[in-house]
């Protein structure tokens, strides 16, 4: 069966180091995969799609890479601010629907 | 625009009782979705529409659960009758195809409901 794993321990990092976030899967092949962002009593929050002909997409602070022969995908915040701390969310897409990984929360301190 | 708007934000109520959510989706949008996010199981995808019509209700976990789109702009999930194990967080999220707001792909999601089935 289609898996996604995300890491379940939290990462801490400190103020103005990169975080590292890691999305694994296994008995799937996506179109495209996607990094969401979801604070405490809201919503996920669209941050980046990286299609499977994508090796690497930036915006801002943010960069992913997605690898399809060692199905994972690397998401990278640089220079981390304390409001980055979140839980953070892939999914993978292959039509419309999207299948998503449990998260992973992320501690920022200063 | 007001994002997705979901009602009520908070639902408590006792097993076996009826219970209906309500979701507006973004204006223009033509896919709507319905996840249930636990901790033990994340955020799961319930059913969807296109254009008002279910496309996908494999995630519905059980005849106790419905969704019906009767318009583009109102969709509901109704469980009947509620048990204890449906106690969760129920995201209701939208996206276009093509033009209007947001990019290829990016789902909208709504603040969610919070039932508490006791």
């Known amino acids: 069966s289609q898996k996604i794993e995300q890491n379940s321990e939290a990462l801490n990092i400190q103020e103005g180091k990169t975080a590292t976030l890691t999305c694994n899967y296994t008995?799937?092949?996506?179109?495209?995969l996607q990094w969401y962002r979801q604070d405490p009593g809201r919503g996920p929050v669209f941050l980046l799609l990286i299609r499977e002909n994508e090796k690497e997409k930036r915006k801002e602070r943010l960069k992913v890479t997605f690898d399809t022969t060692l199905k994972q995908s690397l998401f990278h915040i640089t220079a981390s601010q304390p409001a980055d701390s979140a839980t953070y969310l892939c999914a993978l897409g292959s039509g419309y629907a999207l299948n998503f990984g449990k998260g992973t929360s992320l501690l920022v301190t200063p | 625009d007001a994002g997705v708007i979901q009602s009520p934000r908070h639902e408590v109520t006792e097993m076996g009782q009826e219970v209906t959510l309500r979701c507006k989706p973004i204006?223009?949008?033509?896919?709507l979705f319905w996840y249930r996010q636990t901790m033990m199981r994340g955020l799961e995808l319930l059913i969807y529409f296109n254009n008002n019509v279910p496309i996908d209700d494999s995630g519905m976990p059980e005849d106790r659960f419905s969704a019906k789109m009767p318009n583009a702009s109102f969709s509901t999930l109704k469980i009947q009758p509620s048990e204890p194990r449906d106690s969760a967080v129920y995201f209701c999220?939208?996206?276009?195809?093509?033009?209007?707001?947001?990019?290829?792909?990016?789902?909208?999601f709504g603040p969610g409901t919070r039932l508490t089935v006791l």
């Open positions: 999220a939208s996206r276009n195809l093509g033009g209007g707001r947001g990019s290829y792909n990016e789902q909208f």
């Open positions: 008995n799937y092949s996506p179109a495209y």
């Open positions: 204006s223009g949008h033509d896919y």
